[in-house]
C-alpha cells in the first residue's frame, strides 16, 4: 500500500469547526465520487481535537503549532497509482479536488508527501 499524507491548515478566516464541517461534510463526498477515477481505495479524514490536552503536551514539548487535521489517502501500489494516473478523466478529478481544497485549507502550509506504511501494533 501507498499512502499520501496531507497535514491540513486551514485558511486564516476559517475556525476549526468550520474548517472541519467542510472538509467532512463538503469535500469528502467529493473525494469519495472521484475515488475510483483516480486509484484510491480507502481514504480518512482524522480531525484535531482534545485541545487542552493536545496544548498541554504540545508546550511540554515546545513543538510547533498542531494541524487542524490530517487526510490519509491510500493506494493499492505504486503500480496501481501509476495506472490511475493514466484513467481518462483523472486531471479533471484532480483538478476540481483541488479547486475544492483552495476553499478552505492553506495550502501553502499544508504539507503532504508519500509514504509506505510499516505497521508495529496492530
Given at each position: ?11 486564516p478566516h ?28 480507502r481514504?480518512?479524514q ?5 485541545d487542552?490536552?493536545s ?5 511540554s514539548?515546545?513543538?510547533?503549532e498542531?494541524?487542524?487535521?490530517i487526510?490519509e489517502?491510500w493506494f ?17 478529478a ?7 481544497e483552495r476553499k478552505?485549507?492553506?495550502l ?6 508519500y509514504n509506505c506504511?510499516?505497521?508495529i501494533?496492530g
Amino acid at each position: 500500500m501507498i499512502k499520501l499524507t496531507f497535514c491540513l491548515r486551514r485558511l486564516p478566516h476559517l475556525s476549526r469547526e468550520e474548517f472541519q464541517r467542510y472538509w467532512r461534510e463538503q469535500h469528502a463526498p467529493l473525494v469519495a465520487a472521484r475515488a475510483k477515477t483516480l486509484g484510491i481505495v480507502r481514504y480518512e479524514q482524522v480531525h484535531a481535537g482534545f485541545d487542552a490536552m493536545s496544548e498541554a503536551i504540545r508546550a511540554s514539548r515546545n513543538a510547533p503549532e498542531p494541524y487542524d487535521g490530517i487526510a490519509e489517502i491510500w493506494f493499492e501500489s505504486e503500480e496501481a497509482m501509476q495506472a490511475a494516473g493514466r484513467n481518462p478523466g483523472v486531471s479533471e478529478a484532480a483538478r476540481e479536488l483541488l479547486e475544492d481544497e483552495r476553499k478552505f485549507i492553506d495550502l501553502e502550509n499544508s504539507p503532504l508527501w508519500y509514504n509506505c506504511v510499516h505497521t508495529i501494533v496492530g
